[in-house]
């Protein structure tokens, strides 16, 4: 009987039901692991069941028995490759899982902070709005989305489905591409010094890899309007951190939204933490993929990667 290792139960959230996996082979739930507990976890294996552990072979040397690695994600930067094809071991990923609850999230942070819902919500519960004279309260400025340009780095599923979204809204979208590639698509697709220049708001969708890493530094940062608004829900090691602080504090931008950040659970000497403005910026804690149908979604999504696996279907396959 096959032996599936599920290794990181926690990240799909407590409410999580692992039963879809039953019919497949005995399964063996951990619902939380490191790396360094990866060796004497996956040493019986047959498949793995991962998301963010690093697979490689300091992790998964002693898994003799190791045919497949299931991530529980769509970025597969944690995964070695090279190794992998030289063990001869699968590894599927779950693409496409998460687009429409990234893309709902890119809104709420863009919302959030563009018509400072901070302030007028803290203006009424606070009793100002009730002492006041005035049906409306004009304490900060906001604009309509309807004529702005919309900036993106990475016109994926994920980027093309917020680029549907913003253009409803009236929104003329440009495009960048970190790799160079040409975009098959309807947007102007732009370098990156006139999507900077040009964007009311810009958002990155694209994966981490050599392109993008350290991609946005204050010199990209500077290089925006100060009106401009900046969301990044793809990974936080395309921003550098340090200097997204300081553009935000001189004013290079008018204000930022990250669902991702280079080190998760995010580190305590991190500068963005020095900023409490909530009308400059809002870090939620690597939530854009947590809706509940979204993440019930890739374990359905993973069970029939295994399925597709044992009859050598290589649809979702990286390696």
Request: neutral net charge.
């Amino acid at each position: 009987m096959m032996k599936i290792v599920i290794l990181e139960a926690d990240s799909l959230g407590q409410d999580m039901v692992f039963t879809p996996f039953e019919a497949l082979g005995e399964v063996v739930i951990y619902r939380s692991t490191t790396a360094d507990e990866m060796e004497e976890k996956t040493k019986d294996a047959d498949v793995i069941v991962a998301n963010k552990v690093p697979i490689c072979e300091s992790t998964i040397g002693k898994a003799q028995n190791l045919k497949l690695v299931c991530l529980t994600a769509t970025g597969f930067n944690n995964l070695d490759g090279d190794y992998l094809k030289k063990r001869g071991i699968a590894a599927y990923n779950v693409a496409g899982y998460s687009t429409n609850g990234v893309a709902q999230h890119t809104f709420a942070l863009l919302f959030y902070i563009l018509e400072k819902l901070n302030y007028y919500d803290n203006y009424v519960k606070s009793g100002e709005y009730a002492r006041g004279t005035c049906f409306s309260h004009f304490g900060q400025n906001f604009f309509e989305l309807d004529g702005k340009t919309w900036g993106i780095i990475g016109l994926g599923a994920i980027g093309n489905r917020v680029a549907q979204i913003a253009k409803a809204f009236g929104c003329h979208i440009i495009c960048y591409s970190a790799s160079g590639k040409k975009y098959n698509t309807e947007y102007e697709q732009v370098s990156l010094d006139e999507l900077l220049s040009r964007s009311d708001i810009l958002s990155v969708h694209a994966p981490l890899n050599g392109y993008t890493e350290n991609l946005m530094t204050l010199e990209k940062f500077r290089k925006m309007k100060k009106s401009a608004i900046f969301l990044n829900l793809a990974r936080g090691a395309i921003v550098n951190e340090p200097d997204l602080y300081t553009a935000l504090t001189e004013g290079s931008i008018a204000g930022a939204g990250l669902d991702v950040l280079c080190k998760e659970p995010m580190n305590p000497e991190n500068p963005l933490l020095k900023i409490q403005n909530s009308n400059k910026l809002i870090i939620t804690p690597h939530i854009a993929w947590a809706a509940k149908e979204t993440r019930f979604r890739v374990v359905d999504e993973v069970v029939k990667n295994i399925q597709r696996f044992q009859r050598d279907d290589r649809t979702n396959r990286v390696y």
